[in-house]
């Protein structure tokens, strides 16, 4: 089974596919941790990102390391920022979309996947067996955002980490390749109201 879960940042919706991943003995992969870890590539490479091209960009792409998705470095607001003016370029999605369905149609695991991002239910795998839309009010999401960077260590202030999600909900909306959407079939759960745990039950539920 292939389980495709799209949703806004900070909707809970890695919270869930981690969970959803765990609880069935499936493969999981962040599919926006993909383009973080290209981000971040970027930025410990110490080139300037208004300078780069995209067919750099595509470069990064192609030789990036995995292991980067799993750093703390990822989280911080200059990586996600940066990953998501990366997200926009054709030439990087279609690069990064090998990867992400190889490991759909084949997981290590030979059980299933549970991939999240952006368009996972819409461009990704638009025939994955089941899938979720997450979203929740945006002043919870900069709340929980705000919460999750101070525990990382990071200073964070509410009213610029709520600047920083309207933008991307902007720009992840409106872009012209792959925008954030819920897919015709998919299932929506708001989780303004709801903790982890309500939100895997009722997606176990439905599953």
């Given at each position: 089974m292939i389980i495709a879960i799209d949703g806004s940042a900070a909707s809970g919706k890695g919270?869930?596919?981690k969970e959803l991943a765990q609880h069935l003995g499936y493969d999981y992969l962040d599919t926006g941790?993909?383009?973080r870890a290209v981000a971040l590539s970027?930025?410990?490479s110490g080139m300037d990102e208004n300078n780069i091209t995209e067919n750099q960009m595509v470069k990064y792409a192609s030789s990036l390391n995995i292991a980067l998705t799993r750093s703390a470095k990822i989280r911080s607001s200059a990586v996600a920022n940066l990953a998501s003016k990366i997200a926009v370029m054709p030439s990087v999605r279609a690069k990064l979309l090998i990867f992400q369905r190889e490991l759909a149609e084949a997981p290590p695991s030979g059980q299933g996947a549970v991939l999240d991002g952006r368009d996972i239910g819409t461009v990704v795998l638009p025939n994955a067996d089941l899938k979720f839309f997450i979203d929740a009010d945006i002043n919870i999401r900069?709340?929980?955002r705000t919460k999750e960077l101070r525990q990382a260590g990071q200073s964070a202030m509410f009213c610029e980490v709520?600047?920083?999600l309207r933008m991307r909900d902007h720009r992840d909306k409106s872009r012209s390749v792959a925008p954030l959407r819920a897919a015709d079939d998919a299932i929506t759960i708001d989780t303004s109201n709801l903790d982890a745990?309500?939100?895997l039950q009722m997606a176990l539920a439905y599953i």
């Open positions: 919270t869930l596919a941790a993909l383009y970027l930025i410990n900069a709340d929980r709520l600047a920083d745990s309500a939100v």
